[in-house]
């Protein structure tokens, strides 16, 4: 079955704690924690300390998306707050290799994002290594933008090539998902879908969680 991780972007940053007990009891599988640095995306969100403030309320893995430029030396400090899974971007990093090699040594999974543009062949040499392959279906640094429909085509063709290879890397999509195009992701081989809008500007949450999950 699918994974549903609400993305906590799109709560109130007044009441980070209330609102990750409230997706658990919602039913979500993870709590999507979204890091924006102001550089490489232009917006600025949360480091390690919300990480480490949320970690007692909930029970749900911590899957922290870093969408910063050079995330080497925030991987510690993510993974001693409490992220269960470390996502980087394969765009804010030369070292990539490197990177995905830290975050399991720290003991956390390891992701590696892609931007919508991005050719799935960034990840082909270093998919043996991964956990989980992110894939934005819009452009990153905002929540409540609209779903990219070449996202869907991008999926089919990533499961494909986790397929063939007989690996079990996780698909997670990322921006822009809805009650609307949750079912076609799922047929296309998505794992995860993350969604901020369309589970915190619902009116009945649960429901919406129920829902994207079908
Ligand atoms: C976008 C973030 C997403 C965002 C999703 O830069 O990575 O996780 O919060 O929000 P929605 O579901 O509203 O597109
Ligand atoms: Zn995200």
């Given at each position: 079955m699918v994974k549903i991780a609400p993305s906590i972007l799109s709560a109130d940053f007044a009441a980070m704690g209330d609102a990750v007990r409230e997706m658990e009891r919602a039913g979500a599988d993870l709590i999507h924690v979204d890091v924006m640095d102001g550089h490489f995306v232009p917006n600025l969100t949360f480091g390690p300390p919300m990480v480490s403030a949320i970690r007692p309320h909930t029970r749900l893995p911590l899957d922290v998306h870093l969408m910063v430029e050079d995330p080497g030396w925030l991987v510690p400090l993510f993974i001693r707050a409490g992220a269960d899974y470390v996502t980087v971007h394969e765009?804010?990093?030369?070292?990539l290799h490197r990177v995905v090699t830290a975050i399991r040594e720290g003991g956390a999974k390891a992701g590696v994002a892609l931007n919508p543009a991005t050719p799935l062949a960034m990840v082909e040499d270093i998919l043996e290594e991964l956990d989980m392959v992110l894939l934005m279906s819009v452009n990153p640094g905002f929540g409540g933008q609209s779903f990219i429909p070449k996202a869907l085509e991008r999926v089919e063709r990533l499961k494909a090539m986790i397929e063939t290879r007989g690996l079990s890397t996780l698909i997670e999509v990322d921006g822009g998902v809805t009650a609307g195009n949750a079912d076609q992701l799922k047929r296309a081989g998505a794992d995860i879908l993350v969604a901020g809008s369309a589970v915190f500007g619902a009116p009945d949450r649960p429901k919406a969680i129920r829902e994207l999950r079908g």
């Open positions: 765009e804010g990093t030369p070292h």
